[in-house]
């Protein structure tokens, strides 16, 4: 009885594990699977780097293993026991231990150097997509200078194939702390900080959602500060701008819920194209019934995530800068349909 059940226990961690290494290899930010060029040679460098470092681990592991065995004592069961030949000073050895270490270091140095070369010196093309990534805590504001869009969280770039190259450049700067932009299938991490503008690249070779997290600590909800990453198709790209670039709608069966956000402090952070909110310091809301979270990726955009949002900002994302507005029941309800109407 024992044994079966010791059997059940133990397939049942085998399927555990293997669940977990499927979970790991299929997860949207496994390094192990680049999607993207700068992505592509990170990996590549590492698969040396692991190569060269395992190599090193193998021989003196195997070494160490070896001594200990063959040369354990008596007591524990060796019969071999006798000192090693003792040499002292050999011109030979220590040449060998400094220069095989000077010349590994070397091969790892210049191929380090040639990817960080070749990653910030890429050739821009002149049809390349420019976004400026401002980190906010905890969320994302991106902005498409030449085509006039501003969204937040969840930013919208073509897909770069051989036919269509069209990577995108992103121009990073930070309203408060430092922040670090993060999406392992894409690119390295980079540094999105205050008083200085840092930029990266990618070009994703496949249409999907490439996720990522903000990789620098910057305040109690940091953990909460995810990236989307859609690379569209030309067609659902140009079609996502199209809409983007149009006004907020107007829907006269949400007026109510207009009335109120217009007559309360929301217009002083956040914007909504085409009426009197104009801030900036919140996100921009124009399109915001057309993303698929909220909360910087943390929660799905549904009515009862936003409701709750605006009802207590505070439960869904500890240390938000945006107030609870004391909202009566009716208005809550209000402004949660309208914002709803922001496709
Ligand atoms: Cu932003 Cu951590």
Redesign the pocket.
């Known amino acids: 009885m024992n044994v079966i059940l010791e059997i059940m226990l133990a397939s049942q961690g085998w399927y555990g594990l293997a669940t977990a290494q499927s979970k790991i290899f299929n997860s949207p930010t496994n390094i192990f699977e680049p999607a993207a060029t700068p992505a592509h040679s990170i990996f590549g460098l590492s698969m040396l780097v692991f190569g060269i470092t395992g190599a090193i681990f193998i021989v003196v592991a195997g070494l160490l293993l070896y001594a200990l065995i063959r040369y354990r004592s008596p007591a524990t069961g060796g019969e071999n026991f006798q000192e090693p030949p003792q040499i002292y000073g050999s011109n030979q050895i220590e040449l060998s231990w400094t220069v095989i270490p000077i010349l590994l270091v070397v091969i790892l140095f210049l191929a380090t150097a040639r990817v960080v070369y070749s990653t910030e010196h890429a050739q821009r093309p002149s049809e390349a997509l420019n976004v400026s990534v401002i980190?906010h805590?905890?969320w994302w504001e991106y902005r498409y200078p030449k085509l006039g869009i501003v969204t937040a969280n969840e930013v919208h770039i073509p897909v770069s194939g051989p036919r269509d190259h069209m990577p995108t450049y992103l121009t990073m700067s930070s309203a408060d702390t430092d922040?670090?932009f993060w999406v392992p299938r894409l690119s390295g991490k980079t540094d999105v900080i205050p008083n200085k503008v840092n930029e990266m690249w990618f070009d994703p070779e496949a249409a999907g959602i490439y996720l990522g997290q903000?990789a620098?600590?910057?305040g109690t909800s940091?953990a909460k500060?995810l990236i989307r990453v859609y690379a569209d198709s030309p067609q659902a790209f140009s079609a996502w701008v199209a809409n983007q670039q149009k006004p907020a709608v107007e829907d006269p069966s949400v007026k109510e819920g207009r009335d109120v956000f217009e007559h309360n402090a929301c217009i002083n952070c956040h914007t909504i194209r085409g009426t009197v909110a104009t801030g900036r310091f919140g996100p921009d809301l124009t399109h915001l019934a057309s993303r698929d979270t909220i909360l910087s990726g943390s929660v799905p955009n549904t009515a009862i995530n936003l409701h709750n949002f605006i009802q207590n900002p505070e439960y869904l994302k500890p240390g938000v800068l945006m107030p609870e507005m004391h909202l009566n029941d009716h208005d809550l309800d209000a402004v949660t349909a309208y914002l709803g109407t922001l496709k």
Do not use: D, K, W
Request: aromatic share 18%; hydrophobic share 20%; charged share 10%.
């Open positions: 980190g805590q905890f922040h670090s903000c620098e600590y910057c940091h500060m």
